[in-house]
């Protein structure tokens, strides 16, 4: 009898603690799950609406198959309402009238055309019947699918199209085999009509969120984002040690948090705008929504957002301003900041509360921080000029040239004559690749050590530093004439020397934007 094979007690052991650690995981798992759905549901609780809105609807759609007088009058058709309830009715009423209103015409278009091509068809013989229908689904199915092609059809009625022809194709299909196509069309037209007017009912009457003010708020948003980034950006630059100064995680970043969503918003701005454009006028003067100038002002919010963005980048520089220049003008550049700040929270709280800005804030100030950075500047000239003496160049130069001088030396086989020039030998080619490589690796160092070695170096990055600061000023007021616009065209209030201007710079929850999974199918 063989003796048994003992196992470890190393191995028991670990075993144990990763068995017991898996179990701790799993016990604490739920727990996870819990806080997550109700963080998920605490910042917008739009969404918790929403889906008791679908499962309501759902209930409604369902009673066609539970109730034996609606199912008789319905038939099987009622399979096509359930589906319609679950693709069309999105969270905003824009996305839903959109795809309620493309499905419903789409379906009614292609029965009526189907039912068209069927009388023609059945006027002959059942071979010229079938050879029809094939014909007629190969031109309807490329003639439809090329019409997907043109920017305007592909932007606006994308869906209706598709619907179109998968309608088509099975009607146009099934009638080789029924006998009551009329009966077949209308049984599905009723269905898919039920389905989207529950749809758009619910969306439009009972707690209905709308795209146009998902867009008036992510507008807001966005503003105040960059507003916090160019504020912890000057405050950081001008008050941290240079020891601190590092590349940060820009996941982690919260000066890179509040401004991505203005980089990456191009794409949500322009699926709101074109679900606000199927939304009925629901303010209480009936005014138009503009939803072409918010894109527009979205688009300016970008352009400002790169130089946001360049602002960032002085952070984290390879030859930085010592902290002592940078105190100097600390001051100036901290009010101006702050003047921008200012103004473009005022901008946002503009919008939020749909009246005019403030012209004191936007034009006054600005200009009076703005001769107060420029008077700083004046009063140390010599600290970006430089000395004005002609010998800085010569040595500089003479210092670059030693010190390549001594990196050769430290590599003579780089310079071994050939001893036939015309024909390169193997250790040539080495020697090459190798003088090659080198030089890939000491021109960065010598271009570092001749920036370093100029006398007013150090002050270079804080000057591209201030002269980004204002080029944000600049580039404000292309944001102001647009957001002037906007009130124009929206019909904002007038503003009111009595109104009070508060800026709040604190974390805020971003407004969180519910845009719809874009079905392709039934």
């Not at 966005?222 to 590349?247: F, N, P, R, W």
């Not at 100036?332 to 403030?358: D, G, K, W, Y």
Request: proline share 5%.
């Amino acid at each position: 009898m063989q003796p048994r094979m003992r196992i470890p007690d190393t191995t028991m052991t670990d075993f144990n603690k990763k068995t017991q650690t898996s179990v701790e995981k799993m016990m604490r798992y739920p727990g996870y799950i819990c806080r997550k759905t109700w963080k998920l549901g605490r910042d917008d609780p739009r969404r918790l609406i929403h889906a008791f809105k679908v499962g309501f609807s759902l209930t409604l759609v369902s009673l066609l198959y539970l109730m034996e007088p609606l199912f008789k009058g319905v038939g099987q058709n009622a399979i096509w309402a359930v589906m319609t309830v679950v693709v069309v009715l999105e969270f905003t009423a824009g996305a839903t009238i959109c795809k309620g209103l493309n499905r419903g015409f789409g379906t009614l278009l292609a029965a009526c055309l189907a039912f068209l091509f069927e009388i023609i068809a059945r006027e002959y013989g059942k071979i010229f019947r079938a050879v029809f229908i094939g014909a007629s689904i190969f031109i309807i199915g490329a003639s439809s699918t090329f019409l997907r092609f043109f920017p305007k059809i592909k932007k606006n009625y994308d869906y209706g199209v598709l619907i179109f022809l998968l309608t088509f194709n099975l009607i146009t299909v099934s009638s080789y085999r029924v006998d009551d196509i009329l009966k077949l069309a209308k049984g599905r037209i009723y269905a898919i009509a039920i389905g989207s007017g529950i749809c758009i009912l619910m969306s439009l009457f009972i707690l209905p969120n709308w795209s146009g003010e998902d867009l008036h708020n992510s507008t807001v948003t966005k503003i105040e984002g960059l507003a916090k980034a160019i504020e912890a950006c000057v405050h950081k630059y001008l008050t941290d040690e240079e020891s601190e100064m590092q590349i940060d995680n820009t996941s982690d970043d919260p000066i890179y948090k509040n401004y991505k969503a203005v980089l990456d918003s191009k794409s949500t701005d322009e699926t709101l705008e074109r679900h606000a454009s199927w939304e009925p006028r629901h303010s209480w003067h009936c005014h138009k929504f503009p939803y072409q100038q918010y894109v527009k002002l979205g688009g300016v919010l970008r352009h400002f957002g790169y130089g946001v963005v360049a602002l960032h980048g002085c952070l984290q520089t390879e030859i930085r301003t010592p902290r002592s220049v940078r105190l100097l003008f600390k001051d100036p550049c901290i009010h101006l900041a702050s003047q921008v700040t200012t103004a473009l929270m005022e901008l946002a709280n503009s919008i939020r509360n749909r009246r005019h800005s403030s012209p004191e804030i936007l034009t006054e100030r600005l200009q009076q921080a703005l001769q107060d950075l420029n008077t700083a500047l004046k009063s140390q000239p010599r600290l970006f000029l430089g000395p004005n003496s002609p010998n800085n160049t010569s040595k500089m130069l003479a210092y670059v040239a030693a010190t390549a001088r001594q990196k050769l030396e430290r590599h003579p086989s780089s310079l071994k004559p050939d001893s036939n020039p015309n024909t390169p030998t193997l250790f040539d080619r080495k020697s090459k690749g190798g003088n090659e490589a080198e030089r890939r690796v000491l021109r960065p160092t010598l271009s570092k050590l001749a920036i370093t070695s100029l006398e007013f170096s150090e002050a270079l990055p804080f000057a591209a530093f201030v002269a980004l600061l204002v080029e944000l000023v600049a580039r404000l007021d292309r944001v102001i004439e647009e957001v002037e616009e906007l009130g124009r065209v929206a019909c904002f209030k007038e503003f009111k020397h009595g109104d009070e201007v508060i800026v709040d710079v604190e974390k805020r929850t971003p407004t969180e934007i519910n845009l719809p999974n874009p079905v392709g199918g039934e």
